[in-house]
């Protein structure tokens, strides 16, 4: 069995990888699941508001539940084995080490949007997981819409 990280970030567009993903289950692969999300840091403005880096915490991890709950409540509705993390800091980087903390042998993500030419393709995020996941990483694009004929 092996174990798929699934980044997420509250948009219909990450759940193309969760429904990929669960076609490749119903095609047989028996798999076990890490759903992620990475929230941002702290602002200053932030930390000097709330006094307490506890609550900061707090906030943030309850809003990167609220954004994984769809994804998790598919997967768990098919009955497939689900793990959950929410973490804080640059998503591309904190998705690597999520996969190597929870020994996962792939990812499966959405291609998302992003600066730059090559980035604009696939994404920043998705494509420094790409360059550099230390496991094969599938993109997930939306569907094309066929040319009226």
């Known amino acids: 069995m092996i174990k798929i990280l699934i980044p997420v970030d509250g948009s219909s567009h990450a759940l193309l990888a969760v ?29 000097v508001v709330a006094h307490d880096p506890a609550v900061l915490e707090k906030v ?21 084995k689900v793990e959950t993390e929410v ?9 690597i080490e999520i996969a190597e903390r929870h020994a996962c ?11 730059g030419l090559r980035a604009a393709l696939l994404g920043s995020v998705t494509q420094h997981l790409v360059d550099h996941a230390p496991v094969p990483v599938t993109v997930v694009r939306d569907p ?4 009226d004929e």
């Open 105 to 115: 042998d792939a990812v499966v993500m959405a291609a998302g949007t992003g600066g």
């Open 87 to 95: 973490a804080t800091g640059d998503p591309a980087h904190v998705l």
């Open 19 to 47: 429904h990929h993903a669960m076609r490749m289950v119903h095609a047989g692969l028996r798999a076990r699941f890490v759903v992620a999300n990475v929230q941002e840091s702290a602002s200053l403005y932030e930390m």
């Open 60 to 80: 943030s991890t309850e809003a990167g539940q609220d954004l994984m709950r769809p994804a998790v409540a598919l997967l768990e509705s098919a009955g497939q």
């Open 144 to 147: 094309v819409p066929l040319a």
